[in-house]
């Protein structure tokens, strides 16, 4: 079974940074695709960024491209956001996900990964 497990969310204003980690474990894929999601209140939970294991090629939504960047740490089974020039409209819980094998044209859509953590909650205030 794999476990997917977040941390590093927290307030910021506006123009701050802060670095997610996801650790994730049990895995039986040699790869995969890990991607980072966010849902605010009230709206449907979309795709920010996403990297294929096997070839650390990334992927990121056009809202966050320039400010984020997703990365991997192998030796410690760890995915990483790093966010910076943060805006209130990051605000969110974001949510770190997998799926065996590597990432498609439709890496942004959440029922396509079947694991996932729990979330870190994260805040920009103006």
């Known amino acids: 079974q794999v476990h997917v497990v977040e941390s590093g969310g927290g307030s910021v204003q506006a123009g701050g940074s802060l670095r997610l980690s996801c650790v994730i474990s049990g895995y039986t894929q040699s790869s995969y695709c890990m991607g980072w999601f966010r849902q605010a209140p009230g709206k449907e939970r979309e795709g920010v960024a996403a990297?294929?294991?096997?070839?650390?090629?990334?992927y990121y939504a056009d809202s966050v491209k320039d400010r984020f960047t997703i990365s991997q740490d192998n030796a410690r089974n760890t995915l990483y956001l790093q966010m910076n020039s943060l805006k209130p409209e990051d605000t969110a819980m974001y949510y770190c996900a997998a799926d065996p094998g590597p990432c498609g044209v439709g890496w942004r859509r959440s029922e396509l990964f079947a694991y996932w953590g729990q979330g870190t909650q994260v805040t920009v205030s103006s």
């Open positions: 990297i294929y294991t096997g070839s650390s090629l990334t």
